[in-house]
């Protein structure tokens, strides 16, 4: 299950045999489970794709399985099923980090839609982390020194300030300002600026 993969957890064998049918006819892969404990036994950190949750279920409810996987850290987006009753609850949910919600009986195509939105905005947000570690990793490359020019440079200042500031000759700040460029991978102090001002809002 490490493909991109839609899970999909309701109690009732009939909708999830039709949401399987559903999404492999449209070229996705599905998984059903019978229950909220069955998903949890399989949930790993690293399951790639969105999860369809039923909000009423016998046993562990959804609402009470969406809360287990927040405290896991679960990255998958989830999109609740619910009856007319229930979007009070799925409304709460979405408060506390849900993507969606589908309220029961649904249209095909609208509920396909929305799966489809929730892969992509998975899929986005992997690409983010990816490039936030990158960064990180970058910046973990930095001696102290180096560290401190950086500083400098994204404050504006000149090499020459740079130096005296530092209490270095203007040729170090050079050596370490060409070092900083290259382990940030960019060519000019705009574009660093630019590289850390993202990483930062993504964080």
Known sequence: ?????????????AIRDALSWLLQSRGLDAI????????????????VGCLLLDIRMGGMSGLDLFDKLKDASSTL???????????????SALKKGALDFVEKP?????????????????????????????IASRLASLTAREKQV??????GKMNK???DDLGI??????????????KME???????????????GER
């Open 1 to 13: 299950m490490t493909a991109e993969t839609v899970f999909i957890v309701d109690d009732d064998e």
């Open 32 to 47: 059903g489970f019978g229950s909220a404990e069955d998903f949890l036994a399989a949930w790993r950190p690293d399951l």
């Open 77 to 91: 987006p989830v999109i609740f099923l619910t009856g007319h009753g229930d979007v009070p609850m799925a409304v």
């Open 106 to 134: 649904f249209n095909d195509n609208e509920l396909v839609d929305r799966v489809v939105e929730a892969l992509a905005w998975a899929a986005r947000r992997r690409e983010q982390e990816v490039g936030s570690a990158g």
């Open 150 to 155: 950086m500083e400098l440079v994204l404050a």
């Open 161 to 163: 300030v740079i130096a």
């Open 169 to 182: 000759t203007m040729r170090t700040v050079e050596v370490h300002r060409a070092h900083v460029f290259e």
């Open 186 to 200: 960019v060519k000019t102090a705009v574009e660093l600026a630019q590289l850390l001002s993202t990483f930062k």
